[in-house]
């Protein structure tokens, strides 16, 4: 039985800093600023203007199109404004900004659990989808979407992941350690979209208390396992996950739905109980806040609209004589670095890391021309070349690029760039050529 997929790396895990912080909900007390865009696919619509007052989960943006989702408010209050504000990209973007009135009274009753005996696949589908609910992994897209494959009954696994292999986060760890019935019942409530599928709980072993929550919270439940997997970057990648699982590999012009799986993060799934037992909108997550330049790291529940600076600030700032330079909304590997820390707290984020070494920066004073050593190749989890790759870049040649060296199949781990002894920016090389074929083609087709 696979417990690993091919290539990878060993980045230092830092996980010591947080993985014993329990996790712990955050009220902010300063205005709440939440973007109309916080999913792959359309913005939503705001359908709250100024002056209005809302709730905790009231909805404040309505989904524009089906790959889209609502979004909802973590406070009440009154909102301040409809207008472009700045978020964790850099850019401004359309925001509703709430005046927080630090009471958080609830819109409806989200502690009384509902009966759901007898409710079908659909309802499910429709709960989630009224729910906002989107992968909390990173990407963000909209769960409903991918709880409706074209054929149901050719899903053979449904994969919860828990593998959380970037390195300082601990959050997942904490939410499956404390939280692993409420994931349970979640992945059961996928398991009755599926007819045919097993559910596999795929976690690194360096989460030993997690692995045993889950396997108790699964027993006497049929069709349900526990596999705990090798530590290994990005064991938590879809890709790897499915590879490890269902043994098949596939394009990036495929989906998991094509080769018989549905892939969700364990935040994910947790909220999609939330959402069917107990009516309550995605507003709140799991998030770490972690790094060598952080007071205190910890593990928090966040309400969305958070600002960064304020969560940082009540976790007690930078470290005392800790030199911060560089702040990145994930982890090291793939995640954003932020320009500042004052801009929102959105869906698909799970962690602020304070870095006091900054890989990039040295990387390039320390970079030299290609070795050809093939390191790139061996670590590569999709197969590809990524020597060659930044060749053809450097020479232009967009076709052998994207069509002989399939380049568009990077998914941009950094694997590459972690192991590269001549230090070349292969994964930012990677990111920026696939951005412009994107766009290219984009134009070309008038979208």
Not at 135 to 163: C, S
């Amino acid at each position: 039985m696979k417990d690993t997929f091919r290539g990878g790396v060993h980045p230092a895990e830092h996980k010591e800093l947080s993985r014993d912080a329990a996790l712990v909900r955050y009220d902010p007390k300063g205005e709440m600023v939440f973007p109309l865009s916080q999913h792959i696919g359309k913005p939503a619509k705001p359908v709250v203007q100024k002056g209005d007052s809302v709730l905790v989960g009231q909805m404040l943006a309505q989904a524009d199109g089906f790959v889209s989702a609502h979004v909802f408010s973590s406070c009440s209050g009154t909102v301040k404004a409809v207008e472009p504000r700045r978020t964790l990209m850099g850019t401004f973007a359309d925001c509703v900004v709430v005046d927080n009135d630090g009471q958080f009274t609830p819109f409806a009753d989200y502690e009384t659990r509902q009966d759901t005996y007898g409710v079908s696949a659909a309802e499910v589908v429709k709960r989630v989808q009224d729910a906002g609910i989107v992968g909390l992994g990173g990407a963000g897209f909209p769960t409903h979407v991918k709880l409706a494959p074209k054929n149901p009954d050719a899903i053979r696994y449904v994969i919860a992941n828990g593998a959380e292999c970037e390195p300082y986060l601990t959050c997942n760890d904490q939410l499956m350690r404390s939280h692993a019935h409420a994931i349970a019942e979640g992945l059961e409530l996928m398991l009755r979209l599926f007819p045919n599928a097993e559910g596999v709980i795929c976690i690194e072993r360096n989460k030993p208390e997690a692995i045993q929550a889950m396997r108790e919270a699964i027993q006497g439940k049929t069709r349900m396992s526990v596999r705990d997997l090798r530590v290994k970057y990005p064991q938590g990648g879809e890709r790897s996950l499915i590879s490890v699982i269902a043994g098949v590999d596939f394009p990036t012009s495929k989906l998991p739905a094509d080769v018989g799986c549905i892939v969700e993060n364990v935040g994910t799934i947790y909220a999609i109980q939330r959402a069917v037992y107990y009516g309550e909108p995605l507003f709140s997550h799991c998030l770490t806040l972690s790094g060598e330049g952080a007071a205190n790291p910890g593990n928090y529940i966040v309400r969305d609209g958070t600002m960064f600076s304020e969560l940082l600030e009540h976790a007690g700032g930078i470290k005392e004589g800790a030199m911060v330079k560089k702040a990145m909304v994930g982890g090291p590997m793939m995640g954003i670095a932020l320009a500042s820390l004052d801009v929102p707290v959105q869906k698909q984020n799970n962690g602020l890391t304070l870095l006091v070494d900054d890989e990039n920066e040295q990387a390039e004073k320390d970079m030299t021309a290609c070795l050809h050593c093939g390191r790139c190749t061996t670590v590569c989890p999709q197969g590809l070349l990524p020597q060659m790759m930044a060749d053809a870049v450097h020479i232009n040649d967009m076709d052998r690029y994207e069509n002989k060296l399939h380049g568009l199949e990077c998914i941009q781990c950094g694997s590459c760039s972690y192991i590269c002894p001549a230090r070349q920016p292969l994964t930012q090389i990677f990111k920026r050529t696939k951005a412009e074929i994107l766009a290219r083609k984009r134009a070309q087709s008038g979208r």
